[in-house]
Every structure is written in structure tokens, then in C-alpha cells.
């Protein structure tokens, strides 16, 4: 019974300290992220102004646009 006080005790300081680790590194990540779609977004967005195409996608385009905006062919 002892050891299964500790063992969860443990195990909740461990979570705590992942769920600590994960948020500075997911705010991390994000702000990578964030920027890079931006970019990607606006490369795809300057690439596809050149072309036409058909599908709904045309419509929704802007220069912070989708980070699909390079797959949209």
C-alpha cells in the first residue's frame, strides 16, 4: 500500500513536469510553426496568383493565406 502511495506520487510530479516541459516547447514549436506557414502560405499564395484554377480554394487565398497554399496545383 506504501509503495503504491509513492508510485503515484511519483507519477503525478512526472506528469507535471511533462505537461511543463510540453508547454514551453509547444510555444516554442508553435511560433516555428506559425511563422513558417505564414511564409509557406504566402509563397503559395503569390505562386497560385499566377494560374488559374478551378476549385473552391481560388476564392480563399490571402497573403497570410492557407499553409496548403503551395499544394493547391
Known amino acids: 500500500m506504501h509503495f503504491d502511495f509513492l508510485s503515484q506520487y511519483s507519477l503525478f ?3 507535471l513536469f511533462i505537461q511543463l516541459h510540453l508547454k514551453i516547447w509547444g510555444k516554442i514549436v508553435q511560433r516555428t510553426l506559425n511563422s513558417f506557414n505564414i ?14 484554377n478551378n476549385n473552391n480554394m481560388g476564392m480563399m487565398k490571402s497573403p497570410l493565406g492557407s499553409q496548403f497554399g503551395l499544394l493547391n496545383v
Do not use: S
Open 13 to 15: 510530479f512526472f506528469f
Open 39 to 52: 511564409l509557406v502560405g504566402f509563397l503559395g499564395w503569390k505562386f497560385n496568383r499566377k494560374r488559374t
